[in-house]
């Protein structure tokens, strides 16, 4: 159990020297919600933040749960019952194969689209409307961005700060220092930039600040990285750094951002 790990009072020290005026959001890459092993540990840590007042944002990819002829449904629900954002992760992959090494991605504008629906549907029979999106392997291109604006998404987490070290070039692959509105003829989409991962934050991600009007850390990690008691550990090192004050869901921070832009919207 997350309230079980033992912390030395030095490591939080040491990276507690962080500015905790910026908004920090933590956001979960939920793919494998439906195995019972990844479950016991979302489930114990989803409500340890919940009791406390600290609100996450699960991006669920319910392709892998129907694949594996499992039902998330109730889990889903669970998570958004104790105060957590559910938004929508997709990945682009051909068929049903979603595991390596058979698993290839399918780039196609009929792929792409047949994807984005399929998972957007799959939210919504659970009783969700999704409005935040990030992409599997942060692949998005304008059939993605327009798809996402058609479905009516409020912002979308696919681009990524650039990191201190070299990044692969695709032109798949979006960088952002600041958040950034993509308009197409039926609307817009606000375009967030994912700062690192949970690992990165505590090496560099926690000294970087996003340029524009809202500046924030959005640091994520996939559901099934709780298997592992390191990755445990540093979720619980960073909690206890961070505050209900300090972490909030990527829909307020969307918010915030069309609010300083004179806008009044609820994403």
């Not at 958004?80 to 992959?93: D, K, R």
């Not at 399918?106 to 939210?123: G, K, M, P, T, W």
């Amino acid at each position: 159990m997350l309230t079980e790990q033992i912390v030395r009072k030095s490591s939080l020290q040491k990276f507690g020297r962080t500015d905790t005026r910026i908004p920090r959001v933590l956001a979960f890459h939920a793919e494998k919600l439906h195995d019972d092993l990844v479950w016991n540990w979302v489930k114990p840590i989803a409500r340890w933040m919940s009791v406390r007042d600290i609100r996450a944002t699960f991006f669920v990819y319910a392709f892998r749960a129907q694949i594996a002829n499992r039902d998330i449904t109730d889990r889903v629900q669970t998570l958004a019952s104790l105060g957590h954002e559910i938004g929508q992760h997709t990945h682009f992959y051909a068929g049903t194969k979603v595991d390596k090494p058979e698993k290839v991605n399918d780039l196609s504008e009929a792929n792409i689209v047949h994807c984005l629906y399929r998972d957007f549907q799959r939210l919504a029979e659970m009783g969700f409307t999704p409005n935040g999106f990030t992409a599997g392997a942060w692949l998005v291109d304008r059939t993605v961005l327009d798809t996402l604006v058609k479905l009516g998404f409020s912002y979308d987490c696919s681009a990524q700060f650039p990191k201190p070290r070299h990044m692969t070039v695709s032109s798949y692959h979006r960088r952002l220092r600041s958040p950034e509105l993509y308009a197409n003829a039926q609307g817009e989409l606000l375009c967030l930039p994912t700062t690192c991962s949970l690992g990165e934050w505590f090496k560099w991600g926690r000294k970087i600040r996003i340029d524009g009007k809202v500046p924030y850390q959005l640091i994520y990690l996939h559901d099934y990285d709780l298997l592992s008691f390191r990755n445990r550990l540093l979720v619980s090192w960073f909690l206890r750094i961070s505050n209900r004050e300090t972490l909030k869901p990527l829909a307020s921070i969307a918010q915030d951002y069309f609010f300083k832009r004179g806008e009044v919207r609820c994403p």
